[in-house]
């Protein structure tokens, strides 16, 4: 009985130890998450609000304390180096301060005085919290702290570097504006104002990320962005539970339903005429500071095949293109699966000329027709990468090295058939086509491959039908991902596969949330 019980017992207190240890971790970072939520008033005394400053600063290099008169009390600028423009901050801050006649002698008062008439600044801000007035310094702000008053006020002078508005990088456009979005808030926000110059245009901040504070802009069209689809996104933004955030992409988990796809709900765009061109229609833009894409909500899958210049074209050239398209996308996806199936089940599908010569081909090589396609794939993949993270110098000639080289190496050593490279070289140029479901593309190659390889053209039916499933699936914002062909919108369809005339397409206000009507 006692070889029974002992383990028994022995297991009942790890589990409970087990418990225990959690519970401890878990009071801990409730703590560290209060204690970091805390708001510490600003005191009267200005040695105490300072002290407070370095204590959290430490020894930080950058962060400059000026401490002058002011009348007869004593003052401090708190600023950080490197952020503010050093000439606007002693031409219309601190000259205009010291050199001010007939103040009040109340701290209070005072202050509030300077705020209001001597200094010549548009964005200033009063603050009541320790906690607001660091962030305000590490945001390029000079704060203004006064002896005697228990507030501060925050003059903006940013200064920071950035990077001048230039083209997109990533949607190059033959026709159309020349602008990208830059890693400058401000500057973004100011490219949508300029093109849409309505009130309407709402522009909403957010704070994202505990340690980061990073600021997060909702734009929409009040007055064609459904208001329910507005406010889930704000909601959803305020609940990301992030630490720290770099880049839009943080925020994408925490704006999708979180169910594994393989195409997105959200877009991404680095221009700002396409920004604006979605706002039109009702869509909500994301914009994160210190990232230059911008992400959109809602976002359905034919997207994907539009372009900008789509609409500064004549409309049987767009239709032209759009079909290039959607081939080019279903060749990057289905070609190597197909091939597979047909040199391993199908053979019968093929001429009789075509088949006798893929079938010298392949007797040479020593692999299966699956692993030889996936290793040539996968070599491919790595020589991509390789090119893509390489600076532009050296990535062009890791490129020709990989394509070339190895390819014909690999051939003459008869590892892969001649016609291999050729089904490898037209996936990888079609893939290209529609850049932006280059990752769903390049998994679902390898996937189709082994599918094809293992149950033929019947598995990769199955597979079709599967993709189409999980593209008619409702999206996190009410509409479908595969609208409007499912469900059917007949009146959306004219900007589908086709684009029709401006005097035709403008006739009508179709917006994202009435495309399933």
């Not at 589990?15 to 801990?28: A, I, P, R």
């Not at 080019?328 to 000329?353: D, K, M, R, W």
Request: aromatic share 10%; charged share 20%.
């Amino acid at each position: 009985m006692c070889r029974i019980f002992l383990p028994i017992k022995a297991t009942i207190f790890s589990v409970k130890y087990m418990f225990k240890k959690l519970k401890s971790n878990l009071d801990k970072i409730t703590e560290k998450v209060e204690s970091s939520n805390s708001e510490t008033p600003i005191s009267d005394s200005l040695q105490y609000n300072i002290s407070y400053l370095k204590e959290k600063f430490g020894d930080s290099f950058d962060i400059i304390y000026k401490y002058s008169d002011v009348g007869k009390s004593k003052v401090c600028f708190v600023m950080a180096d490197g952020m503010c423009n050093n000439m606007l901050v002693v031409e219309q801050i601190m000259r205009p301060i010291l050199t001010a006649e007939k103040l009040p002698t109340e701290p209070r008062e005072m202050l509030n005085y300077i705020s209001a008439n001597v200094v010549a600044g548009i964005d200033q801000s009063e603050t009541q919290i320790l906690e607001k007035a660091i962030t305000d310094v590490l945001s390029g702000l000079v704060v203004f702290f006064v002896d005697g008053a228990d507030l501060c006020w925050s003059y903006g002078v940013q200064g920071f570097p950035k990077r001048s508005i230039d083209d997109a990088q990533s949607e190059v456009q033959e026709k159309g504006a020349h602008e990208g979005f830059t890693e400058s808030f401000k500057d973004n926000v100011a490219l949508l104002r300029r093109r849409i110059r309505s009130p309407v245009l709402k522009c909403e901040v957010i704070e994202v990320g505990e340690t980061s504070k990073t600021r997060v802009c909702v734009c929409y069209m009040s007055d064609r962005a459904k208001p329910k689809t507005v406010k889930e996104i704000k909601s959803r933004l305020k609940n990301a539970k992030l630490d720290t955030v770099l880049g839009s992409g943080y925020l994408r988990p925490f704006l999708e339903n979180g169910e594994f796809s393989f195409f997105s709900s959200l877009g991404t765009t680095e221009r700002p005429d396409i920004a604006c061109g979605e706002m039109n229609e009702g869509r909500v833009i994301i914009l994160t500071d210190g990232t230059p894409f911008a992400l959109i909500a809602p976002y359905i899958f034919i997207e994907n095949f539009q372009t900008m210049d789509d609409y500064n074209m004549r409309p049987f050239y767009v239709a032209f293109i759009r079909l290039l398209k959607y081939v080019s996308f279903f060749t990057a996806v289905f070609l190597p699966g197909i091939y597979v199936a047909l040199c391993t089940f199908h053979q019968e599908v093929l001429p009789i000329s075509m088949l006798y010569d893929m079938a010298i081909q392949e007797s040479i090589t020593p692999f299966p027709v699956m692993l030889e396609t996936i290793f040539i794939h996968f070599v491919y993949e790595i020589v991509r990468e390789a090119g893509l993270r390489m600076p532009k110098t050296v990535g062009h000639a890791v490129s020709i090295v990989g394509g070339l080289v190895i390819g014909d190496a690999a051939v003459s050593a008869g590892l892969v058939a001649a016609p291999m490279l050729i089904v490898v070289a037209i996936s990888a140029i079609t893939s290209f086509v529609v850049p932006h479901l280059y990752q769903s593309v390049a998994v679902l190659r390898f996937l189709l491959m082994v599918i094809g390889g293992f149950f033929g053209f019947y598995g990769i039916v199955i597979c079709f039908g599967v993709l189409l499933v999980d593209l008619c699936k409702d999206g996190p914002y009410e509409v479908s991902e595969l609208s409007p062909l499912a469900p059917f919108a007949p009146a959306a369809m004219r900007d589908t596969f086709m684009r029709l005339d401006w005097r035709k397409l403008g006739d009508r206000d179709l917006r994202i949330q009435n495309m399933e009507k």
